[in-house]
């Protein structure tokens, strides 16, 4: 009995030191990001050539209007090309986006990865441009995206993020995953700059310049997540990400529970496989160089995700609540009193993070599928095995409901 009760208190303390050290830091960088971040000044006046690549596999619903959508920019025409990297199209999309005043990049691999197809792309278009803007398939940039990214390099940044937000809320689930998108870009983005690291990448709506891009992908041969990747790799060499929360990107936003379950299913086994891999790098970039924006990002990779977290923070202070309650000795370890902290600064971390748009009827009703959504994330947990050895589509195209 003593034995399981030292056992019952260990996995106590672990709890409380990984959701209680996660519900800490998201409040910290959701309280910064009710602020504004420090501004750059311009140090040059500039339009750089910029290549929009935009790369799809089987994305023939959706990426004949993306590539004509891409083209309505406040940017000089001939300062921009549009780049459709084909994978897997079928043969009469090909032909209508060849009738675009676009360049359209045919690609065909026995494993399809996102950084084969823009590494291909690159090789193929040359080096005539200054900076490479990435997009998905199903990405809508507003009218004077490029030209706001374009201000940004101005001022010296060589990476910058983005504002990518929900194109679509038109179920319960895309309105959970439009929620979702704006926490993280409060406080993984906006949050971040405030306290002057690193913004996070997302994998769309990013721009870089365009030789060191070309260069740093060629080194990246990640098959899920390359994103994560690929901003490792940034932070290590200590490059800078800004965030644009004025440069607006529309996303398609998943709709259906069995979507949702394969992409996080993805992004998961990506987190685990790079904090893996890069935690010693972590441990020393950090105590060895000070180099606080890596070791950071390591973190990241094995911090819960925010559905996750609300879910298992809420769970337990509910079950020592019940406890409390009963006044029955059950041996716990920790005082009932700090899950009940941690489970306020969570819901303030979310309470500042989600815009005010969304305080709505149709989101509350959304919240109805939370607990799915956390039951969908936490089966996940238990399914990541091969996930990142294989390319996992999300199939794109707006449901009627």
Known sequence: MDVLQVLFNGVEIVLLGYLGFASVYIFLFAFAGLFSAKKRETIINKERKFAVLIPGYKEDNVIVEVARRALEQSYPEALFEVVVIADSFQPITLQKLKKLPIRVVEVAFEKSTKSKALNKAMETIGDQYHVALVLDADNIMEFDFIERINEAFNKGYKVVQGHRAAKNTNTPMAILDAI???????????????????????????AFDYHFFKSTMAKVNAVGGFDKELELKLLKDRNQIEYLHDALVLDEKVQKSEVFANQRKRWLSAQFIYFKRYFASGVRELFLKGNIDFADKVYQMVSPPRILLLGSVMLITMVYAIFDFVTIDFGLFIPSYYWYTIAALTVLAFFMSVPKKFYSLSTLNAMLTLPRAFGVMFLSLFKLKGANKKFIHTQHGTINT
């Open 180 to 206: 979702s998108e704006e926490v993280n870009n409060h406080i993984f983005r906006k949050g971040h700059r405030v306290l002057g690291l690193s913004s996070a990448l997302i994998g769309s709506g990013m």
